[in-house]
């Protein structure tokens, strides 16, 4: 099982930016694409973005379309997530997950996917 620590949270004003990032270890022989999750309080925790093992596919929930990138590091271990442009509504507890799924599955059956390793969170918190 991969063990996965989010870093890079914290306050910034509205329309700041932000850089999460995921660190893996103890990977599996298997790839691993990546996603990160939120959760604010109150609410279901959402989608927020999805990126193949190689980098080459990604995907992103409309909500932070345009506004957040992600990306992988030249170690295929190590995630990112630039936030660019951020609102009040974006304030919630990140998570970094990891899934063995193909692309394929992932874009066909997402609700589906089982990620089974995740990280401890990060808060991200975005004052008005």
């Known amino acids: 099982q991969v063990q996965l620590l989010e870093s890079g949270g914290g306050t910034v004003q509205t329309g700041g930016s932000l850089r999460l990032s995921c660190a893996a270890s103890?990977?599996?022989?298997?790839?691993?694409?990546m996603a990160w999750f939120r959760q604010a309080p109150g609410k279901e925790r959402e989608f927020v973005a999805a990126?193949?093992?190689?980098?080459?596919?990604?995907k992103y929930a409309d909500s932070v379309a345009g506004r957040f990138i992600m990306s992988r590091g030249n170690a295929k271990n190590t995630v990112y997530l630039q936030m660019n442009s951020l609102k009040p509504e974006d304030t919630a507890v990140y998570y970094c997950?990891?899934?063995?799924?193909?692309?394929?599955?992932?874009?066909?059956?997402?609700?589906?996917?089982?990620?089974?390793?995740w990280g401890q969170g990060t808060q991200v918190t975005v004052s008005s």
């Open positions: 103890g990977r599996s022989s298997s790839n691993y694409a």
């Open positions: 997950a990891a899934t063995e799924s193909t692309w394929s599955f992932i874009i066909s059956s997402f609700e589906r996917v089982d990620f089974g390793s």
């Open positions: 990126i193949s093992w190689g980098g080459g596919n990604k």
